[in-house]
C-alpha cells in the first residue's frame, strides 16, 4: 500500500521546521531516518498532509565528548553509534544498544533523534538514556530547552515534545567510573524486545554503587524507570543478595501487559532475570576497567 498525497518540505534550520510545524499543526510529522514514520504511513495507520523533512538542516550530526557528558546531534544514525570509536569508549552501553536495534538497513537510515522522539514502549534506546541519566535538548524558533530523559518519555507514542519542537541534541553522562549493561530478550535478532534492560552503575573506590540507573523496556506504557531497584543497588557492594534483591524490585516496578510474545506473569519473571543479569554484566565492565 503507497501512502496517501502529501506536501512534502525541506527546511534548511530548526527555526524553519518550527515555523512549519506551527503552520500546519497537527495536519504535519517530522522526518529523520524515516524507519518508523515511513512503514506507519505506507499503511496508511498515519496520514500527515504536510512531512518536514529535517534531513537537511545542517549542524545536527555529530559526535563529541564535552568532559562531563558525550553530545550526539539528533540526526546521528544508528549505525554510525554502533561503529563509533568514541563512543565505545566513553559510554559503551550506547554502542552495545545500536547494535541489537533492528538490522544493519534499519540501524544505516534511522536516527538518534526520530528512534527517542518516536516513543515506541518496545523500543531499546529510551530505556538506556533513562537509565544514564540522559538529558534531550529540545529547540523551536521560540529558543531551546533541556528536558530529562525520565521526563520525557511520557505516553505511549508520547512525549514531552510540543507541537513545534525539534529534538535537536542528546546528552549522555559520562566519566571513569560509570559502566552499564543493555540486554534484550527477543525471539529472533532484530525483532523487538519481549524484555530489555538497562543498567547503569557508578562506582566508588570501595566497591560500592555511588548510583545506579535502571530502566525497563518492552513492560509498560512506556519505558519504565525501576527507582527502587537503583535505589536498593545505590550504596551497597553488588553482592549476590544485593542483586537479587533490585531485580525482584525491578519486576514488581514493571507493568507487562500479556500478548503474543507473552503473559505478563512470564514477561515479570524475565524482567526479574534479565535485571540480575545487566547489573552483573555492569559490574563486571567496572571490574575489566
Not at 71 to 90: F, K, N, P, Q, T
Not at 142 to 160: C, E, H, L, N, Y
Amino acid at each position: 500500500m503507497n501512502p496517501k498525497p502529501f506536501e512534502y518540505h525541506a527546511p534548511k534550520s530548526v527555526a524553519e521546521a518550527s515555523s512549519l510545524a506551527e503552520k500546519y499543526g497537527t495536519d504535519a510529522k517530522f522526518l529523520a531516518g524515516g524507519q518508523s514514520l515511513i512503514p506507519l504511513m505506507k499503511l496508511r495507520l498515519l496520514s500527515p498532509s504536510h512531512l518536514i523533512d529535517l534531513g537537511r538542516i545542517p549542524g545536527l550530526s555529530y559526535i563529541r565528548d564535552e568532559g562531563h557528558d558525550l553530545a550526539i546531534g539528533a540526526l546521528v544514525r544508528m549505525g554510525e553509534i554502533a561503529r563509533s570509536d568514541l563512543v565505545r569508549r566513553h559510554c559503551p552501553i550506547l554502542s552495545q544498544c545500536a547494535h541489537q536495534i533492528a538490522d544493519p538497513l534499519v540501524r544505516n537510515m534511522g536516527t538518534i533523534g526520530g528512534n527517542l522522539s518516536h516513543a515506541d514502549p518496545t523500543n531499546d534506546m529510551p530505556a538506556v538514556m533513562v537509565a544514564a541519566g540522559a538529558s534531550i535538548v529540545a529547540a523551536s524558533g521560540g529558543g531551546s530547552r533541556v528536558i530529562p530523559a525520565g521526563d520525557f518519555f511520557v505516553d505511549t507514542f508520547t512525549t514531552a515534545l510540543k507541537g513545534t519542537e525539534v529534538l535537536v541534541e542528546v546528552k549522555v553522562p559520562i566519566g571513569p567510573t560509570r559502566r552499564g549493561a543493555y540486554l534484550k530478550l527477543e525471539r529472533q535478532a532484530g525483532d523487538f524486545g519481549i524484555v530489555g534492560v538497562a543498567a547503569v552503575l557508578e562506582m566508588s573506590s570501595d566497591g560500592r554503587c555511588a548510583a545506579a540507573g535502571i530502566a525497563l523496556t518492552g513492560v509498560g506504557p512506556t519505558v519504565v524507570k525501576a527507582a527502587r531497584a537503583g535505589e536498593i543497588l545505590k550504596g551497597a557492594k553488588p553482592d549476590k543478595n544485593v542483586i537479587d534483591r533490585a531485580s525482584r524490585a525491578a519486576a514488581e516496578e514493571a507493568q507487562p501487559s500479556g500478548d503474543l510474545r507473552g503473559s505478563a506473569e512470564y514477561k515479570r519473571a524475565m524482567v526479574e532475570t534479565m535485571t540480575a543479569r545487566a547489573i552483573q554484566a555492569a559490574v563486571r565492565r567496572q571490574a575489566e576497567r
